[in-house]
C-alpha cells in the first residue's frame, strides 16, 4: 500500500501521507499503470455522469478538467516543455528551454490543440459507448499510458545531470518495467473482451508512439527527462483515443 501510495504521490497531487515519500521512486514506478487506471475510471465516471445532465461535449470537458486537476497537469506541463524544448537549435540548448518555467508560442499552441482534441475524443466516444463499454477502455487506455513510460525510463539514459525524473530513469529495472507492462496488459484485458480489435488497436498506437518518441527524445537530447515521460503519458493517451474514436465513431 505504501508502494501504491507513493506512485500516486508521484502522479497525482492527491493527498498522500508523507511516509510514501521514502518509497523507492523506481519501485513505485511499477504500479503507474493503477494509478493510471484509477485516474482513467474517475475521468469515465465524471463523463458518464455529467452525460446525464449536459451535452456530450460539456461532459467531455468536465472530465478532461477533472484529469487537469487530479493530476496538477503533471503531464500537460511536461509536453509543454517537450514542445517549446525539442525545436532548440542544440542539445544543451534544448535541455535549457525545456527547464525554463515560461510558456513559448510553441507549447502554447500545443496545449490548446492536445485539449481540443482530447475533449474531441472523449464527447464522440461518450456518444458511441455506452456507460459500461466507456469505463473499461478509459481504464485500460489511462493504465497504457501511465505504463508506456517505463520503457522509455528503462531503456534510455536520463539527459541531465539532476533532475526530478532521475531517480525514477537511473533506478527502474526490468523487473519493475515488466510488473508495469503485465499490469498494462491486465487492464487492457477487459476493454478486449468489450472491443477486441478496438483494444488491440489502441495497444499498437501506444507502441509506436512510444517508441517514436523515444526514438525522437534519443536524437534530440541524447534520452529522456522528466518533461518527455509526461509527454509520452499525454501523446500516447490521445493517440489512443484517437484511435477509438476512428474505429468506434
Known amino acids: 500500500?505504501?508502494?501504491?501510495?507513493?506512485?500516486?504521490?508521484?502522479?497525482?497531487?492527491?493527498?498522500?501521507?508523507?511516509?510514501?515519500?521514502?518509497?523507492?521512486?523506481?519501485?513505485?514506478a511499477a504500479l503507474y499503470p493503477v494509478v493510471g487506471a484509477a485516474i482513467g475510471a474517475i475521468v469515465a465516471g465524471v463523463a458518464v455522469g455529467s452525460g446525464e445532465l449536459w451535452p456530450v461535449l460539456i461532459a467531455a470537458t468536465l472530465a478532461v478538467a477533472t484529469e487537469v486537476a487530479l493530476t496538477g497537469a503533471l503531464h500537460l506541463d511536461g509536453l509543454a516543455d517537450c514542445a517549446d524544448g525539442?525545436?532548440?537549435?542544440?542539445?544543451?540548448?534544448?535541455?535549457?528551454?525545456?527547464?525554463?518555467?515560461?510558456?513559448?508560442?510553441?507549447?502554447a499552441s500545443t496545449l490548446v490543440l492536445h485539449l481540443l482534441l482530447k475533449v474531441a475524443a472523449l464527447s464522440t466516444l461518450l456518444h458511441a459507448l455506452p456507460p459500461e463499454e466507456m469505463l473499461l477502455l478509459l481504464i485500460g487506455v489511462y493504465a497504457a499510458s501511465r505504463g508506456a513510460m517505463l520503457p522509455l525510463a528503462r531503456l534510455l539514459p536520463y539527459a541531465r545531470v539532476e533532475g526530478t525524473g532521475r531517480g525514477v530513469v537511473q533506478r527502474l529495472?526490468?523487473?519493475?518495467?515488466?510488473?508495469?507492462?503485465?499490469?498494462?496488459?491486465?487492464?487492457?484485458?477487459?476493454?478486449v473482451r468489450v472491443h477486441p480489435w478496438v483494444a488491440l488497436l489502441m495497444a499498437l498506437v501506444a507502441v509506436l508512439t512510444t517508441l517514436a518518441i523515444g526514438l525522437l527524445a534519443h536524437r534530440r537530447i541524447g534520452g529522456v527527462t522528466g518533461d518527455v515521460l509526461g509527454a509520452c503519458a499525454e501523446l500516447t493517451l490521445l493517440i489512443m483515443l484517437l484511435a477509438g474514436v476512428a474505429v468506434l465513431a
Open 173 to 191: 529495472g526490468t523487473r519493475q518495467m515488466m510488473t508495469g507492462l503485465a499490469l498494462v496488459i491486465v487492464a487492457l484485458a477487459a476493454a
Open 1 to 28: 500500500m505504501r508502494t501504491l501510495a507513493a506512485a500516486t504521490m508521484l502522479l497525482t497531487r492527491v493527498p498522500i501521507p508523507a511516509s510514501a515519500g521514502s518509497v523507492d521512486p523506481a519501485r513505485a
Open 86 to 107: 525539442l525545436a532548440g537549435r542544440d542539445r544543451e540548448h534544448r535541455l535549457q528551454i525545456m527547464k525554463d518555467h515560461s510558456i513559448g508560442v510553441y507549447a
